[in-house]
């Protein structure tokens, strides 16, 4: 039983960095690459304010968490805003420039060295039937439902939710509703940063945070997003969970050395059965 | 007028070129990823070469050192080193920092004839032994035969092996696949984790299903303290090894609590405070701390040792049979029992690297600091 709560350890910081996808995809219909960048700056961000400056844990979160949602900010107004062809690839590509720029802005504050972040919860093994996990792990898989729940009830039954939406179904036609297409085109990069920063302070304490970590998260909680559907909350909290456990399962029962390889060929399958992934949604086109 | 600046300008290069008469050149990676090693070893060799020539160099002669940085990639240390015997024309050159730059040169140095002394850590530098390139860290390999060696002493037989997926890894887990044989220990499982993992708990609990008498994890960088972790998470009682790469305090930082009483083979400059009076390498390396941090203001590393090495090496071969390269190769193959900040060196025609599994110290963490053991 052990390799499921090993999977699920790990899933929960997929299915983070997931939704963290989702957002932006679900207002823009962009896939940000520098996803795994922000998660890695908001543990970095944690180390400085908690480690490095001695303060408290909630102002610590709360410059984090506002830092963030500046960086956000200034990401989209900055740097996506001012391309000449806003073709869905040239975006896209900007995304991976950016994340490139911030790992190396990263590496010269930072350094090369991992950094500890030190646990937010008592540090302690949690036993569990079959199995132990650690508190730090429990904590995130709470936050990780929290979050799925909360933002999908947003998108679905509020006022601004709706807007989002709407942006990702047609912009011309939201605009011409009235709705503030370039706000919400900011404010969802925003909240993906902020949401990146989150999953970012939550793992530090358990993975710790080193410059590099983002290609890696990246990577998976993008593949944790293709298998859930890409805009789906639970689809991505879902695939997270699958992609951590098939993986913990395969390096338990196969030599370990092959459980990423096993891993991927399950992402294949899933595309080649249902290319939308689980909870994926299909824009209707009117012919 | 121009004329006259002109003849100036040669007489002074004539004369610089005439009073620096031995050329020893150097590649570190100073800059890049590989940093940490490369600027201790530059660091420390200036050091020594200006020590050397203050106190009247080799019969008056001084050394003139000419230092490149490679920058960690293997394509810049080739072309620093083509620079340094074609235009430079040293006698003899130490470094480069990592085992992809010294491979990728060990070639043009042996069919050039300019003894190369690397302060890489792979066997594969100097196995098969070429004429000219010898090596002063410690192979992985020695590091596995202490281990083995300690588990013997203790009568602990059923070992469990995690290794690292990267080049590290790899060398350590056919160290310990290869040497195991020898040492009369049984491999009951072999694991492996990427470097980006962020739980091993899976194949921690595949392990300890079978029981092992001791496990051995073979990595660096910040998985090894995320095993640690694991490791006291899944509550396993057998004693847990892990590779020299992990002797520094960033793993202590890292790992914390979990870091207690684990096992690793270290250099001596790792727990230099805490040798008995009596060991022979003691004096030798609390002078090198102190000069190093002194002179430079960071705490001292292994890194800087082999730099330290190399050079008191060449300067033994010097000495003994003259700036000429082919001697100093001749030379520096029949060094005994020089007492260096690695180890002790007994290099020979099929041993080129000179160090014994004894360079290597067991020590274990406890009050999240090193203990020596053995």
Redesign the interface.
Known sequence: M??F???V??GS?YALIAIGFNIIYNTTGLINFAQGEFVVLGGMLMYTTLSMFGLPMIPSFLITFITMFIVGIIFERFFLRYVRLKTETNLIAITIALAIIIRGVAMLIWG???L?VPPYVEDK?IPLIG????SQ?ILVVFVCFIVALFLSSFFKYTKYGKAFRACYDDQIAATICGINVNMIRMFSFAIASFLGSLAGAL?AP???V?YT?G???GLKGFAAAIIGGLGSFWGGLFGGFLLGIVE??F??TF???FK?VFAFIILLLILFIKPTGFWGKKKAVRV | MKRFFYVVFFVIILNYVANADIKLGAIFSVTGPASYLGLPEKQTLEMLVEEFNKNGGYKGEKINLIVYDDKGEDAEARKKFLRLIQNDKVIAVIGPSRTGASLSIKEIAQNSKIPLISCAASKMIVHPVQKFIFKTPQSDELAVEKIFDYLQKNGKKRVAILTSQDGFGDTGRNALIGESKNYGIEIISDERFKDTDKDMTSQLSKIASKNPDAVVVWGIGPAPAIIAKNYKQLNIQAPLFMSHGVASKKFLELAGSAAEGIYLPAGRITVVDKLPNNDKYKPLLLDYKKKFETEFKTPVSAFGGYAYDSFMLFKKALKVRGKDSSKIADALENIKGYVGITGKFNMSKDDHNGLGKESFLMIRVKNNNWEIVE
């Open positions: 052990q390799f709560y090993s999977g350890t790990s910081i090369r060295d991992s500890a093994t199995g132990s996990m650690n792990s793992i358990i993975t710790f080193t970590d290609i890696m998260s913990a399962f390096a338990f030599p370990s050395g990423d």
